[in-house]
């Protein structure tokens, strides 16, 4: 997905290697920062970021997020070119000689192994239709924006991600000039971080505004936002919605064989 194109993948002890038409990288573990495993709404693709330092380059571009997505009913089997008693010896038995199962979890799995990174998942928020994000947009680049424990995680383009421990506050902005607040069906999202720059998150769905303040509200994560108190702000916004059907349905928690961490 990012950077864009097709590539085969070969992962050695200590390094990964992408091949494509175009370009080709070579990417030692220890450039790897951050892993993200992140489902998509409805769970049926699932989204793999790897997060590298420096960023790897087409061009001018530099891409700091490799994106990766897979159906999520997608299965595979691969066959590792070890030895049992390497297995054994090098990875205390967190591998196997041959391991099936969904792509994604086959993937992620042997990636955390070899790279010894943090796996950061979804844990906690919900939004008003019961995913991990919400639903909005970078300049005119639609997307979604994941709410993890500690951080945001946009994708697709331009991907980022934004600790909470780096955020001054963030301004949820309903006001538009000569609108109501209550006839708005949606709003912008602003974080402002500790350095002086700023990120704007555009048309959120008003469904979501309530979900927000409170888990950023659990998170302690400053918030402003309007004109109003921020409860008769979200009294407001979610006023509405009393006579609209939203679709809603509780996922089970996600667990795609990684570890829980943000």
Sequence with gaps: VLARGKYD????EDFLTLRGQSYSYKIPYTQISRLFLLPRPGQTAISFVISV????????????HLITQFPAEHETTVTLNLTEAEIAEKYSGKLEKEMSGATYE????????LSKKRMSIPKGFRSARQDSCVRCAVGNQEGLL???EKSFMFVNKPAMHLR???IEHVDLDRTSEGVNSRALKSWDLIVALKNGTQHTFSN????DYEPLVRFLDGQKVKVIGGQDSQEQSVAEMMDDDDD???ESSEDE???GGAQQSS
């Design 9 to 12: 993948m070969d992962m050695a």
């Design 53 to 64: 330092d420096p960023p790897i380059r087409q061009g001018k571009t530099g891409y700091q």
């Design 106 to 113: 086959v993937l992620t799995r042997v990636f955390k192994v």
């Design 146 to 148: 994941y709410v993890l």
């Design 164 to 166: 909470f421990e780096d």
């Design 204 to 207: 959120v769905e008003k469904s």
């Design 244 to 246: 609209e059907d939203e």
């Design 253 to 255: 928690d996600f667990d």
